[in-house]
């Protein structure tokens, strides 16, 4: 399997909006209600941050939010934080039992 | 609460062989599904595989396939990955996770696995 496509940056100015897309084929994004979406910190763990294209687990601000067309899942994250600054990492179930990530953003907030 | 605790940092030779641990505790262990992500040096996050610890039944990433063994042992709460034949490329932050049709909700720690001669 091949990881997702992410771009590899993506910049915003605190309070603006951006998105961050997530390309994947017909055989994992495209077939399947199951992409997630985990943020990054240096030195820490991924956290969940979206799950199954676009619920929030408890506890996740309601200014990120996912969706998903086709074979391309998004997640936008609005009114920008300078917390929000970090890398961010799409996930997507890919049938028989495997899983496949993309290769990450780099957000930063200006 | 659930927790996942890993083993400690290992220095291993290339060719070698390494053995990480991940302790559970909360939730019921034997529900769980837990899956293998590692994280090379400023690198992004690679799935290696995951096990069903009450049916004993692991899938394994077409990359790692013939190379990684993931287990579990229920009396303990613990799965286990070994991965063989080290190479410095395997050098990197492996972590246990729960994982549920790719949405993972609780992290291990991470374990750092560092191959050098």
């Known amino acids: 399997q091949s990881a997702l496509t992410q771009p590899a940056s993506v910049s915003g100015s605190p309070g603006q909006s951006i998105t961050i897309s997530c390309t994947g084929t017909s055989s994992d994004v495209g077939s399947y209600n199951l992409v997630s979406w985990y943020q990054q910190h240096p030195g820490k763990a991924p956290k969940l941050m979206i799950y199954?294209?676009?619920k929030r687990p408890s506890g996740v601000s309601n200014r990120f939010s996912g969706s998903k067309s086709g074979n391309t899942a998004s997640l936008t994250i609005s009114g920008l934080q300078a917390e929000d600054e970090a890398d961010y990492y799409c996930?997507?179930?890919?049938?028989?039992?495997?899983?496949?990530f993309g290769g990450g953003t780099k957000l930063t907030v200006l | 609460q659930v927790q996942l605790v890993q083993s400690g940092a290992e220095v291993k030779k290339p060719g070698s062989s390494v053995k990480v641990s991940c302790k559970a505790s909360?939730?019921?262990?034997?529900?769980?599904?837990i899956s293998w992500v590692r994280q090379a040096p400023g690198q992004g996050l690679e799935w290696m595989g995951r096990?069903?610890?009450?049916?004993?039944?692991?899938n394994y990433a077409q990359k790692f396939q013939g190379r990684v063994t993931i287990t579990a042992d229920k009396s303990t709460s613990t799965a286990y990955m070994e991965l063989s034949s080290l190479r410095s490329e395997d050098t990197a932050v492996y972590y246990c996770?729960?994982?549920?049709?790719?949405?993972?909700?609780?992290w291990g720690q991470g374990t750092l696995v560092t191959v050098s001669s």
């Open positions: 096990i069903i610890p009450i049916l004993g039944i692991a």
């Open positions: 199954e294209v676009s």
């Open positions: 996770a729960r994982e549920k049709m790719a949405t993972i909700d609780y």
């Open positions: 996930c997507s179930y890919a049938g028989s039992s495997h899983v496949v």
């Open positions: 909360g939730g019921t262990f034997s529900s769980y599904t």
